[in-house]
């Protein structure tokens, strides 16, 4: 069974940067696109970005678009999300998550994923 455990997250300040990774094992990563997925208290789940299986395609909601870059090294099966400029509208829990299928529309359906990590935890203060 795959499993993904993300890392990276914490308190950082308006304007800081942080870096979250997710490492992925029991299945073939560079198969699978991948994305990240966002979700604040009492709201839903929000999709962030999503990167190919090759890494070379890359997709980003409009919120993090030219502040948060995401990539991955299929050589160490791990996802990463380098988050630059944070604002307190980022915090978050975000999750890493593996594309159900291998194509590439409405990236921003949960149910287009069909493994998802525990979560990792970033606050942004203001």
């Known amino acids: 069974q795959a499993q993904l455990v993300e890392s990276g997250g914490g308190l950082v300040q308006a304007g800081g940067s942080l870096r979250l990774s997710c490492a992925a094992s029991?299945?073939?990563?560079?198969?699978?696109?991948m994305g990240w997925f966002r979700q604040a208290l009492g709201k839903e789940r929000d999709f962030v970005a999503a990167?190919?299986?090759?890494?070379?395609?890359?997709n980003y909601a409009d919120s993090v678009r030219g502040r948060f870059a995401i990539s991955r090294d299929n050589a160490k099966n791990t996802l990463y999300l380098q988050m630059n400029s944070l604002k307190p509208e980022d915090t978050a829990i975000y999750y890493c998550?593996?594309?159900?299928?291998?194509?590439?529309?409405?990236?921003?359906?949960?149910?287009?994923?069909?493994?998802w990590g525990q979560g990792t935890q970033v606050t942004v203060s203001s």
């Open positions: 998550a593996r594309r159900r299928v291998r194509d590439w529309f409405r990236l921003f359906d949960v149910n287009g994923y069909d493994y």
């Open positions: 029991e299945f073939t990563f560079s198969n699978y696109h």
């Open positions: 990167v190919t299986g090759s890494g070379l395609t890359t």
